[in-house]
């Protein structure tokens, strides 16, 4: 173990999540905010300015090949619009670079392997940023589940909803095959936790529904994913419904609920679950940013050379269910996911 060292990164784009992302790093133990890119002149000063006021000495670039190029940068944070997270994924390995991509890593399974592939040869770590995971709460949820409590997983129910606020209708206006739209943006998100407590079984097929706007964008869906064995997982997602972010687990014996998934630092995580022989709790956990468990996380694999929780494989998975899952909703039929 090497308890001293800080990854040194750089961030490629001043996206709104810098202002969660990049007080992450700063705060990080094991990590270090080095430079930011942005192709608006003015937006990444703007950004370091708002949202890390004391890291005067973050170098500003105009260029984020001037990110790539500098040997002194270990990783880099890649929060640009999603259609462009594969081809700079892709870009940053090549240039030897460690990534952090936010989620979805890419639009096609194509492109996520092409990403594997090219994070073998070049041998650097790409992990996609799905940094709920990274909240001590789902350890939790995975050791009840690992204790036997609620018996085997049979039936999981994920929601992901908000109403979209006027300023951020650019993310929906486009198509789907654009990245816009809201699969891309918490649909993905939907499926990633409908299929966490199902982490022995593989996706087999899926079906669902969705309504479009007439600019190709989705903005509500609901699916069901089938594992096999009477094991399913169903999930609904959309931007013209109340907050919530929440997923609940029957298995044969019990079932459990996690109340917020995305619970922010400030707020107080809880899960209850209950058995079919009366027992009933509900467990309240420490505050946690996963924002920085995430970056602390992903610091330690590179330094100390150890694969990260959300794998490569991981990603793949999931981008498959969701192109299945766009493929069912424009044929109406059950869509096998591919799996190898
Ligand atoms: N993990 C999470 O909690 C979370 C939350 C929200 C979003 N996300 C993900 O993070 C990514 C970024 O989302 P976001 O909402 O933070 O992004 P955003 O603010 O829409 O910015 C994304 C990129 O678009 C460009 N951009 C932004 N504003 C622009 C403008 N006014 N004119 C021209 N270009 C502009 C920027 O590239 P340049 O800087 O190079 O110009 C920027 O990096 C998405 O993939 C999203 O899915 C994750």
Not at 82 to 97: D, M, N, P, V, Y
Not at 237 to 254: L, M, Q
Not at 260 to 283: F, H, L, M, R, Y
Request: aromatic fraction near 8%.
């Amino acid at each position: 173990m090497n308890n001293n060292k800080k990854l040194r990164w750089g961030i490629l784009g001043a996206a709104r999540i810098n202002q969660q992302l990049m007080p992450a790093i700063v705060e990080a133990e094991n990590a270090e905010l080095v430079a930011i890119a942005s192709r608006r002149p003015g937006a990444a000063a703007e950004t370091l300015a708002k949202y890390a006021p004391d890291e005067a000495h973050v170098r500003i670039e105009s260029n984020m090949e001037s990110i790539l190029e500098d040997d002194t940068i270990e990783a880099v944070y890649i929060p640009l619009a999603s259609h462009e997270h594969a081809q700079w994924t892709l870009r940053a390995i090549e240039h030897g670079k460690h990534v952090l991509c936010e989620k979805p890593m890419a639009l096609t399974v194509a492109d996520i392997d092409a990403i594997k592939d090219a994070a073998q040869q070049h041998h650097v770590t790409v992990m996609e940023g799905f940094m709920y995971r990274f909240h001590p709460q789902h350890s939790r949820v995975k050791e009840i589940i690992d204790s036997g409590l609620i018996g085997v997983v049979r039936t999981v129910r994920s929601s992901f909803a908000y109403p979209m606020q006027p300023a951020r209708h650019y993310r929906i206006a486009g198509t789907i095959e654009q990245g816009s739209g809201a699969m891309w943006d918490i649909g993905c998100y939907a499926i990633h936790a409908a299929r966490l407590p199902f982490y022995n079984d593989k996706p087999l097929t899926v079906s669902a529904m969705a309504k479009h706007i007439e600019t190709g964008a989705d903005i509500s869906c609901n699916g069901i994913i089938d594992f096999g064995d009477g094991k399913y997982a169903q999930f609904d997602f959309g931007f013209e419904h109340a907050r919530r972010a929440e997923y609940e687990i029957i298995g044969s014996k019990g079932g459990l609920k996690c109340h917020n998934v995305w619970a922010k630092q400030a707020e107080t995580p809880v899960i209850s679950w209950w058995t079919d022989t009366g027992q009933q709790c509900q467990e309240t956990l420490a505050l946690a940013n996963h924002f920085r468990l995430e970056i602390e996380h992903f610091s330690q694999c590179i330094i100390n050379n150890k694969q990260p929780d959300l794998s490569l494989e991981d990603a793949k998975t999931n981008c498959q269910v969701i192109v299945a899952t766009l493929e069912s909703v424009k044929t109406g039929h059950h869509i096998p996911i591919q799996n190898d």
